[in-house]
């Protein structure tokens, strides 16, 4: 054989390796996945002392008596003054966590978390914990500490106002979960979102380290399994997400739910969670994080409640994939009553209701020169 053509013989063959790699690692799974991912079954070992927090929210049994939801709010110093939640008060019960609040604070002006770790995680976990039998029949919101951020699906990212519109019981109905999110950019709502554990999502977190967004892509699918597995799984169920499987979720982490939705979790649960944010979450708060916020609705959508999982035991990805994405046109008019829009020119967007703002970030003077 010539030189030549045997060198091209072995590129060949090369190639073909490599593509058939690819294919192998990229092969949808035959039948699509029902995941063990019902329960919490994580278990920190050895038990840590049990964290240090001002968690339980003043008088939100009176709450209750008045029919008002909960807002929870996980803000840090950072966010500045927290004067905005008092326009809401009529409508919700406040529950304001500040996760940089020092130790010792003798004013108790904002409730505290044992540390601050995983953002907004870190304060919802602490409010579940410590108020779980007291959650209001009327369901709880739970938001970020800072009145104007870039992902509040507004015109003009206003948290008051969404709050102030945001139907709660509409909202509720009858998921008994939503996310504040109708706009699907920034998630993984889009069928464009590569699969969590594909080679393109492994080689943006590697190209991009600096990109928390791909390299807590990556991370999630091993962290579910961490959180969801441990003994007592049936065999029959995953717990790790297939190669070729998206786990689709809103973004940002705020969302209302209801108080059946948080119940159908025992407070273990919760505690082991947060103690894994304390102590076995991936360091970088972003990506802990990040991890974090794709986890709630897996927690508290139970689709398949209505027929399709329904007593099977574990959560059929596709039902929940559907459940976590509703439309945008139908959000919109559920949650903040802008209804009959005109130009909804995807299932996930219509035109003129939100826009991501450069960069993923409002200009410094936003807040400045919006306040009316
Ligand atoms: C909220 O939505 C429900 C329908 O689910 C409706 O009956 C109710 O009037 C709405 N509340 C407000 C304040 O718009």
Redesign the pocket.
């Not at 927090?53 to 500045?80: E, F, I, Q, T």
């Given at each position: 054989m010539r030189r030549r053509t045997r060198k091209l013989l072995v590129q060949l063959m090369l190639f073909g390796g490599v593509l058939c790699l690819v294919l192998f690692l990229n092969a949808p799974s035959s039948t699509p996945p029902t995941l063990a991912w019902t329960r919490i079954r994580y278990r920190p070992r050895p038990d840590p002392p049990p964290p240090t927090s001002r968690g339980a929210c003043p008088g939100l049994a009176d709450a209750n008596k008045l029919g008002k939801p909960a807002l929870v709010v996980a803000r840090v110093h950072a966010d500045g003054d927290a004067g905005w939640l008092k326009t809401l008060e009529a409508q919700y019960h406040l529950c304001v966590y500040t996760a940089d609040a020092p130790a010792e604070d003798p004013g108790h002006d904002y409730l505290q978390t044992p540390a601050n770790r995983g953002h907004e995680a870190m304060a919802y976990l602490t409010f579940l914990i410590d108020n779980y039998a007291q959650i209001p029949a009327a369901g709880a919101v739970f938001v970020h500490g800072s009145r104007w951020a870039w992902h509040n699906d507004a015109p003009d990212y206003d948290n008051a106002a969404l709050l102030a519109a945001l139907?709660?019981?509409?909202a509720l109905?009858p998921s008994g979960y939503h996310n504040l999110r109708c706009d699907w950019s920034a998630g993984t709502c889009p069928p464009s979102t590569p699969p969590q554990r594909s080679l393109e999502t492994s080689l943006q977190a590697v190209l991009q380290p600096w990109g928390a967004r791909a390299v807590s892509d990556k991370a999630l699918p091993d962290a579910l399994a961490t959180l969801f597995g441990g003994g007592g799984v049936d065999g029959s169920l995953q717990v790790l997400l297939g190669r070729s499987d998206t786990l689709r979720a809103q973004c940002c982490a705020q969302f209302v739910v209801s108080r059946d939705r948080v119940w159908q979790h025992s407070r273990e649960e919760y505690i082991a969670l947060r103690s894994w944010l304390l102590t076995a979450a991936p360091r970088d708060d972003r990506i802990s994080g990040r991890i974090l916020s794709y986890l709630w609705h897996i927690l508290f959508l139970r689709p398949g409640t209505e027929g399709e999982a329904a007593g099977s035991g574990g959560i059929h990805l596709q039902a929940l994939n559907r459940a976590a994405c509703p439309r945008a046109d139908e959000c919109y008019c559920?949650l903040y009553?802008r209804c009959n829009l005109a130009n909804c020119v995807s299932p996930g967007a219509c035109y003129g209701q939100y826009r991501v703002p450069k960069d993923y970030r409002l200009p410094d003077d936003w807040a400045a020169s919006h306040v009316e």
């Amino acid at each position: 054989m010539r030189r030549r053509t045997r060198k091209l013989l072995v590129q060949l063959m090369l190639f073909g390796g490599v593509l058939c790699l690819v294919l192998f690692l990229n092969a949808p799974s035959s039948t699509p996945p029902t995941l063990a991912w019902t329960r919490i079954r994580y278990r920190p070992r050895p038990d840590p002392p049990p964290p240090t927090s001002r968690g339980a929210c003043p008088g939100l049994a009176d709450a209750n008596k008045l029919g008002k939801p909960a807002l929870v709010v996980a803000r840090v110093h950072a966010d500045g003054d927290a004067g905005w939640l008092k326009t809401l008060e009529a409508q919700y019960h406040l529950c304001v966590y500040t996760a940089d609040a020092p130790a010792e604070d003798p004013g108790h002006d904002y409730l505290q978390t044992p540390a601050n770790r995983g953002h907004e995680a870190m304060a919802y976990l602490t409010f579940l914990i410590d108020n779980y039998a007291q959650i209001p029949a009327a369901g709880a919101v739970f938001v970020h500490g800072s009145r104007w951020a870039w992902h509040n699906d507004a015109p003009d990212y206003d948290n008051a106002a969404l709050l102030a519109a945001l139907n709660v019981s509409a909202a509720l109905h009858p998921s008994g979960y939503h996310n504040l999110r109708c706009d699907w950019s920034a998630g993984t709502c889009p069928p464009s979102t590569p699969p969590q554990r594909s080679l393109e999502t492994s080689l943006q977190a590697v190209l991009q380290p600096w990109g928390a967004r791909a390299v807590s892509d990556k991370a999630l699918p091993d962290a579910l399994a961490t959180l969801f597995g441990g003994g007592g799984v049936d065999g029959s169920l995953q717990v790790l997400l297939g190669r070729s499987d998206t786990l689709r979720a809103q973004c940002c982490a705020q969302f209302v739910v209801s108080r059946d939705r948080v119940w159908q979790h025992s407070r273990e649960e919760y505690i082991a969670l947060r103690s894994w944010l304390l102590t076995a979450a991936p360091r970088d708060d972003r990506i802990s994080g990040r991890i974090l916020s794709y986890l709630w609705h897996i927690l508290f959508l139970r689709p398949g409640t209505e027929g399709e999982a329904a007593g099977s035991g574990g959560i059929h990805l596709q039902a929940l994939n559907r459940a976590a994405c509703p439309r945008a046109d139908e959000c919109y008019c559920r949650l903040y009553g802008r209804c009959n829009l005109a130009n909804c020119v995807s299932p996930g967007a219509c035109y003129g209701q939100y826009r991501v703002p450069k960069d993923y970030r409002l200009p410094d003077d936003w807040a400045a020169s919006h306040v009316e």
